[in-house]
């Protein structure tokens, strides 16, 4: 495989998984976190750091849109719920805390 139809092919995946994550708003940073180590906040990171190794100026917030789909704010709004105390000490016993 050559390295172009590579990078064609991991975009498309990660696409797909941006548009998996905006489907399943009810999965939350949270249980993400704790299941797999990362969540879509770890995703706006991701994807601003490899935009900035390119070249390309985009902020955090510019990037979380990118990857929650619409501003932040809205989604957390709109989507987000408190953590329980069981996800929190989960969350503080899992490696994703250290």
């Given at each position: 495989?050559?390295?172009?139809t590579?990078?064609?092919?991991e975009a498309?995946?990660?696409?797909?998984?941006?548009?998996?994550?905006?489907?399943?708003?009810?999965?939350?940073?949270?249980?993400?976190?704790?299941?797999?180590?990362f969540?879509r906040?770890?995703l706006s990171?991701?994807?601003?750091?490899?935009?900035?190794e390119?070249?390309e100026?985009?902020?955090?917030?510019?990037a979380?849109e990118i990857?929650?789909?619409?501003?932040y704010s809205?989604?957390?709004?709109?989507?987000?719920?408190?953590?329980t105390?069981?996800?929190?000490?989960?969350f503080?016993?899992s490696?994703?805390?250290?």
């Amino acid at each position: 495989m050559d390295q172009q139809t590579r990078t064609e092919i991991e975009a498309a995946a990660f696409r797909q998984l941006v548009a998996h994550l905006d489907k399943r708003k009810d999965a939350q940073n949270i249980d993400l976190m704790n299941l797999a180590g990362f969540c879509r906040n770890c995703l706006s990171k991701w994807y601003k750091a490899a935009a900035e190794e390119r070249g390309e100026e985009i902020d955090y917030e510019q990037a979380r849109e990118i990857i929650y789909g619409e501003p932040y704010s809205d989604w957390k709004t709109k989507h987000q719920k408190e953590a329980t105390a069981e996800q929190l000490a989960a969350f503080a016993n899992s490696e994703a805390s250290k």
